[in-house]
Every structure is written in C-alpha cells, then in structure tokens.
C-alpha cells in the first residue's frame, strides 16, 4: 500500500501539473538484462555519437501480457557508490505500458516503428526499431534526483527474469 501512495506521490504532479521539467538529460549506458533460464524479451540498444542517441531493435520473441510483470529499481549515484532510490515499481505490462512508459518514454520515440496508444498492449511479438533516439524529460516528474541515475527494468515470469534492459542517465537542470 506504501508503494502505491509513493507512486502516486511521484507520478501525480507531472500527470495533472504538466509544468516543464527542471532538467534535462542524455543517456550515459544501456545494458542487456538476460533472463534466467530464456530471454524472451532482448534489447540490442547502442549509443551513438557525442548526443548518445539510442539506435537498435526490440525483439519480443512472445507477446508482453498479462502472463509477465515489469519490475523498475532506480538506483543513484552517491560518493562513487549505486544507492538503491527508495522508488521501487511493480507493474503488470498494460498498466506499465499505458501509464509509465506513454508518459515517461513514449514521447522520445520520434523515428520507431513501436506500437503507440492501445496497439501497445499486449505489447505483440516482432522486432522494432528505434533511431536517434534522445531523452525527453518534459513530462517527467520533478522528484527524480539528478545526477547519474541507473534503471534496472525486468521483465519476470513465475519469478524468474526473462529480459530486461539496465539504462545509466544523466540529469542535469536545465539551465547548464
């Protein structure tokens, strides 16, 4: 119940408050979260050039559904050291993708092929494509710690993780 007051405590003023973000940001890393057993869901994600545009493909060998959960830890950097934040999410893939990654990620898609507004739920099998992609935070929460943060999603079945992607941002304010 915590969780869900915490949630919301984040989520709500970027929801109804739509204000500019205090920050901006650039992806710093992407790595390749393996499943336990299987990978069902892989992500073959680079960073290019000096603006670290993410270019790559998606390739869900099965559908996203209801079947599986979204876990995201963030974690921030602290005296050299990764510190879990005390934001934790645990999502069924619907709710994920309608709420969190519609507000959150959605809008720095501009050149993919990944499905947009009802088409993404269950998220379908296939491969997608992403290019020059670059973090819009516009929409995103001004809660969120600057500095160097780490996001660690899985993507679990029956408790075990079948992919996932572990991405390193940076976040500055935005007038540096």
């Given at each position: 119940?915590?969780?869900?007051?915490?949630?919301?405590?984040?989520?709500?003023?970027?929801?109804?408050?739509?204000?500019?973000?205090?920050?901006?940001?650039?992806?710093?890393?992407?790595?390749?979260?393996?499943?336990?057993?299987?990978?069902?869901?892989?992500?073959?994600?680079?960073?290019?050039?000096?603006?670290?545009?993410?270019?790559?493909?998606?390739?869900?060998?099965?559908?996203?559904?209801?079947?599986?959960?979204?876990?995201?830890?963030?974690?921030?950097?602290?005296?050299?050291?990764?510190?879990?934040?005390?934001?934790s999410?645990?999502?069924?893939?619907?709710?994920?993708?309608?709420?969190?990654?519609a507000s959150?990620?959605?809008?720095?898609?501009?050149?993919?092929?990944?499905?947009?507004?009802?088409?993404?739920?269950?998220?379908?099998?296939?491969?997608?494509?992403?290019?020059?992609?670059?973090?819009?935070?516009?929409?995103?929460?001004?809660?969120?710690?600057?500095?160097?943060?780490?996001?660690?999603?899985?993507?679990?079945?029956?408790?075990?993780?079948?992919?996932?992607?572990?991405?390193?941002?940076?976040?500055?304010?935005?007038?540096?």
């Open positions: 119940m915590f969780s869900f007051w915490l949630q919301a405590l984040v989520l709500l003023p970027t929801l109804y408050f739509k204000a500019q973000s205090p920050y901006k940001g650039k992806f710093e890393s992407m790595e390749t979260v393996h499943g336990d057993e299987e990978t069902l869901f892989e992500y073959n994600l680079k960073l290019v050039g000096r603006q670290r545009l993410v270019n790559g493909t998606i390739i869900h060998h099965v559908d996203l559904d209801e079947d599986y959960e979204i876990w995201i830890d963030i974690w921030i950097l602290k005296n050299g050291n990764w510190t879990p934040n005390n934001i999410l645990r999502h069924k893939p619907c709710h994920f993708m309608k709420n969190i990654f959150y990620f959605e809008p720095s898609l501009l050149d993919s092929n990944v499905p947009k507004g009802d088409d993404k739920c269950p998220f379908r099998k296939g491969e997608y494509y992403v290019k020059n992609v670059e973090l819009n935070t516009e929409s995103w929460s001004i809660f969120i710690n600057r500095g160097l943060n780490k996001w660690c999603v899985s993507i679990k079945r029956n408790g075990k993780v079948v992919g996932g992607l572990t991405v390193v941002m940076d976040l500055v304010d935005r007038g540096t």
